[in-house]
């Protein structure tokens, strides 16, 4: 069965560093989208794109995050210059209708120090 | 202002026995309503979805219903069993949003031997 994938599935960094999440959707999707959680809380909505555009953001996508799909595989969340908050599970998700279920990935933790 | 929320953030039952999970939301042009199961450690799992011109959906083991009078959600899980004991989460899509999924806190459930 087809799945989302996510690298990595920890990520450790300094504050003020660069990381870029990655993530590989399901191949016929159309739809992609970040969500972030933070311990103990519920999932946020980040952003989402299509058709090589962000469709929707949300307050927390702000100047440091940004979002690409390089080639035709891989969808990457950029954080520019990472705070101690930004630590959180961030998971991508895909899809083929817009208001349809969403396909989530493992997620991938990432820890500012 | 946006917010899907739970009634109880933990609900513990016997093996056997039915469970109900509850969901309020606050938005009445909400469109899609999913039922996500998080397992520790892992992403967000599709269980049921309904649309807002439904009222009921069953799947195996699982329904899903929604009262748009009182704007309320449930999911019932019959015969529970270990393998449910995890956080579960209603979310909502509004059309026009992107796609955008909109998650509320989450009910633990906890599934006794």
């Known amino acids: 069965e087809p799945e989302v994938t996510q690298t990595p599935s920890h990520q450790v960094t300094q504050m003020g560093q660069e990381v870029i999440l990655r993530c590989v959707p399901i191949?016929?999707?159309?739809?992609f989208y970040w969500y972030r959680q933070i311990l103990g809380q519920k999932v946020e909505f980040l952003v989402s794109?299509?058709?090589?555009?962000?469709?929707?953001k949300s307050e927390i996508f702000d100047d440091q995050f940004s979002v690409e799909r390089p080639d035709g595989s891989n969808f990457t969340l950029k954080i520019r210059s990472t705070k101690l908050e930004d630590s959180a599970m961030y998971f991508c998700?895909?899809?083929?209708?817009?208001?349809?279920?969403?396909?989530f990935g493992p997620g991938t933790r990432l820890t500012v120090l | 202002g946006e917010s899907v929320g739970l009634h109880l953030p933990t609900l513990s039952v016997q093996e056997g026995d039915n469970s109900i999970i509850n969901c309020a939301y606050s938005n009445s042009a909400s469109d899609y309503f999913i039922w996500y199961k998080q397992e520790s450690g892992k992403g967000p799992q599709f269980i049921i979805d309904i649309r807002s011109n439904m009222d009921k959906r069953q799947g195996q083991r699982v329904t899903v219903l929604l009262n748009k009078t009182v704007k309320h959600l449930s999911l019932q899980i019959a015969a529970t069993q270990p393998g449910d004991s995890a956080v579960y989460f209603c979310?909502?899509?509004?059309?026009?949003?992107?796609?955008?999924?909109?998650f509320g806190q989450g009910t633990e459930l906890s599934v006794k031997p």
């Open positions: 794109f299509y058709n090589n555009e962000i469709s929707e």
């Open positions: 998700a895909s899809n083929n209708v817009i208001v349809y279920e969403q396909f």
């Open positions: 191949s016929n999707h159309l739809y």
């Open positions: 979310a909502e899509i509004r059309d026009n949003q992107g796609g955008k999924l909109i």
